[in-house]
């Protein structure tokens, strides 16, 4: 049980979901302080924003008494405060087994697969928000506790399985591809992990009709199924996109509930907010406060953000896994058809790379120009036996680039130029931005 009477002590807490779990504890009165690396990241301003004191690593910080120590998953005994932990005896908590803890205390909805989970969150969140206290945690590093919440809406990340750690009420589940080689044995350990999370799910879960691994899902709660097909439970139909978004019907369980505008691009984006319009239709939600809400959402931090300068265009976004990347591509060729797609695209870890890199060679040749940066390792992993190089390779004209020829980007003329990865490509962005 959450205990006000004791300082909560995040080990890592710069890392996106420490970042927003520590806003939400501050939110709702709980003492919160923390340690990170000494480097500036953009989870940072926030928290020191809200009061939080945040400081570097130090064994002195660890108390025996008086304290939950959270410990962030990347951190090991060569840490100092996780060595200061072990030394006292001081025993820690995980993100996840926190994050229970809070979600326990209200209607619950998680929202799990291998792509969307961000951006579905944010959705959901700013929805339930405009008409119920909800309190949201989001791995984009946005979290806020609000008194009384009715709801308490989470991203469920399925990383060394550890969203296992919840019992949710509701939970969504936008895909199952296969993802984190690193860690996952393969399709089928992987689909299982989510097969566990629905067994865990109390009162419904909501999954995408198209996915076969979705489809195998058993639930002892309810389980309903989302999509453009007839056979689904809550349909998107009769749908208009153009550069400002897009207008469709959804019907629920048979019943017409209107029609819905979103100003979000591409497919995966009128799936997401069917999941949600289906949510709050169980919930008892009045239509007309979801649209509203829909009308007002500005999308989450990372996912197809846009900055304009003159003809070009320069999208941000998280896209890394050849599914995301498609539905990014698809998002920028509707909402800019008269200019060419640009895509800068950083490789994250060498095992995702090798996996999926005939895929990504695909994908980067449906596009005007592609550069690819080098692969951003991971702590997780040793250096493959992969290079930025051995894509380009297979791609016709396309670059490697990094911060040393990245003034390369500026031939390109009335352009979308779109950023993605997951690593540390905001620099090379910013470099472009600073350039322009």
């Known amino acids: 049980m959450l205990d006000k009477t004791k300082q909560y002590w995040f080990i890592g807490i710069k890392g996106t979901g420490m970042a927003s779990l520590a806003r939400i504890l501050h939110d709702l009165g709980y003492q919160v302080a923390g340690s990170d690396i000494a480097k500036h990241t953009f989870t940072q301003e926030p928290l020191l924003a809200a009061g939080i004191s945040v400081t570097t690593f130090a064994a002195e910080h660890i108390k025996a008494s008086g304290q939950v120590v959270v410990k962030g998953n990347a951190f090991e005994a060569d840490n100092s405060e996780v060595k200061a932990c072990l030394d006292l005896g001081v025993k820690w908590q995980s993100y996840p087994d926190t994050v229970e803890e809070l979600i326990a205390q209200h209607t619950s909805i998680g929202i799990a697969g291998s792509h969307g989970k961000t951006s579905t969150t ?17 791995g984009d590093g946005s979290g806020k506790g609000v008194a009384d919440s009715r709801f308490f809406v989470y991203e469920a990340d399925e990383y060394r399985r550890h969203f296992l750690a919840y019992h949710p009420d509701y939970q969504i589940m936008t895909n199952v591809d296969f993802d984190h080689p690193d860690y996952f044995k393969d399709q089928d350990d992987y689909a299982y992990a989510f097969q566990e999370a629905a067994d865990q799910t109390r009162r419904g879960i909501f999954v995408w009709g198209d996915d076969p691994y979705l489809a195998k899902i058993t639930s002892r709660a ?9 056979s689904d439970d809550f349909i998107a139909h009769d749908i208009v996109k153009d550069t400002q978004g897009a207008t469709f019907n959804v019907r629920a369980l048979g019943e017409e509930l209107g029609r819905f505008t979103i100003h979000l691009f591409g497919d995966h984006n009128i799936l ?18 979801i649209r509203a809400g829909l009308l007002t959402y500005q999308g989450a931090k990372r996912r197809f953000s846009e900055r304009d300068f003159g003809d070009i265009a320069v999208i941000d976004d998280y896209a890394h896994h050849p599914t995301e990347m498609r539905a990014t591509i698809q998002a920028a060729r509707q909402k800019f058809p008269d200019k060419k797609v640009v895509v800068v695209f950083q490789p994250h870890t060498y095992s995702r790379t090798k996996k999926f890199a ?11 120009k592609a550069y690819v940066t080098p692969i951003f390792g991971s702590v997780r992993e040793a250096q493959g036996s ?5 894509l380009t390779a297979k791609i016709p004209g396309s670059e490697v680039i990094d911060l040393a020829n990245i003034a390369d980007l500026t031939q390109n003329k009335n352009s979308v130029i779109v950023f993605m990865g997951a690593g ?4 090379y962005e910013a470099a472009f931005e600073k350039l322009l």
């Open 122 to 138: 944010g959705l959901l969140a700013h929805v339930l928000g405009e008409v119920a206290p909800t309190s949201f945690l989001i």
């Open 424 to 427: 540390d490509i905001s620099k």
């Open 222 to 230: 309810p389980k309903y199924t989302y999509g453009f097909k007839p």
């Open 358 to 368: 005939a895929e990504f060679e695909k994908i980067l040749r449906t596009v005007d």
């Open 386 to 390: 992969i290079s930025s190089a051995d």
């Open 272 to 289: 997401n907010t069917t999941a949600v319009i289906a949510i709050a239709h169980l919930e008892k939600i009045p239509m007309p406060a």
